[in-house]
């Protein structure tokens, strides 16, 4: 029997780019919900949902009438992996709790993460359970885009996962059965977003003040650039406690145009299922725009 295990959202392990160095967990502060660094022969895994309720692109709420499932406010991922050398979560540059990363999307490699998984995610609700997604040892899965209306206002979501027989006829998924709190988004204050969700560039270090919410252990915030929304980006992992300054040096290269601005609170459980290292948990964010006067 293949072993796997699950992490948890916002980004894949799919697809190289730059670096490789780790990412100091102690130093950043924050989590993710993804590993950052394996070793040859780890197995480990994630699943989470997230939901973004302004995206800091369009700059539309979820709700928006406009808004379809295929926009992916809300999404469910999940992936299951083997580590068959010692790698880590790439990036170009670092500065202190923030890294900088050639695309938006963090991703891993999968040079030293091989997908190992025969079986398929459900999120189950009161009165029904909705298969997301079937995975196997050939690729990794892509995110599941859900409708919001589905999560929002549940309190928390099951999320299980069954085995299926693979083509050798072998049983290579653990049951996985747990729960995810759907929480509400981050509040943005400064830069203050205002009703339209745009702002003047502030001068110097750039200074993002949230508010902080029981229970949400970390944060995330992501620069980037409005014009190549998948381009370049900085991410800052930190603490939750509503406040964090991106230095200027890595500030200075999104002054001459539009850029985007995302807060996003982690919810997240470490845990073990039979040796296998499992992440599980939800990502609610906003965005904003920073504008040239």
């Not at 609170?265 to 299922?273: A, D, G, K, L, S």
């Amino acid at each position: 029997m293949k072993r796997l295990g699950l992490l948890v959202v916002g980004a894949l392990l799919a697809g190289a780019c730059g670096g490789d160095e780790s990412i100091d967990r102690e130093e950043r502060g924050g989590e993710t919900l993804v590993q950052t660094e394996w070793m040859a022969g780890d197995q480990f895994g994630h699943a989470y949902v997230s939901w973004q309720v302004r995206d800091p692109v369009t700059l539309r709420q979820w709700d928006h009438p406009e808004v379809m499932v295929t926009d992916r406010a809300c999404v469910f991922g999940g992936q299951l992996g083997m580590a068959t050398a010692d790698g880590a979560l790439p990036f170009e540059a670092e500065d202190g709790a923030c890294v900088v990363t050639s695309q938006r999307t963090l991703r891993g490699s999968e040079d030293t993460v091989q997908p190992a998984c025969a079986g398929a995610f459900s999120l189950r609700l009161p009165g029904m359970t909705q298969r997301l997604m079937a995975c196997d040892d050939e690729s990794f899965p892509a995110e599941y885009a859900i409708s919001c209306d589905l999560i929002v206002g549940q309190p928390e979501l099951r999320v299980t996962s069954g085995p299926m027989e693979s083509e050798a006829g072998e049983d290579v998924l653990v049951s996985l059965d747990g729960t995810v709190p759907i929480t509400p988004a981050p509040t943005l204050s400064s830069p203050d977003p205002g009703v339209g969700g745009r702002a003047p560039w502030p001068e110097g270090d750039l200074s993002v003040e949230w508010v902080p919410r029981s229970g949400s252990a970390s944060a995330e915030v992501i620069l980037g650039s409005w014009n190549d929304p998948e381009g370049p980006a900085v991410h800052c992992f930190v603490r939750d406690d509503g406040e964090f300054t991106i230095p200027e040096a890595l500030v200075a290269p999104y002054r001459d145009g539009t850029a985007t601005l995302e807060i996003a609170q982690i919810t997240m459980q470490e845990t073990e299922v039979d040796g296998f290292d499992f992440r599980l948990g939800t990502r609610s964010s906003t965005g904003m725009q920073l504008i040239r006067p």
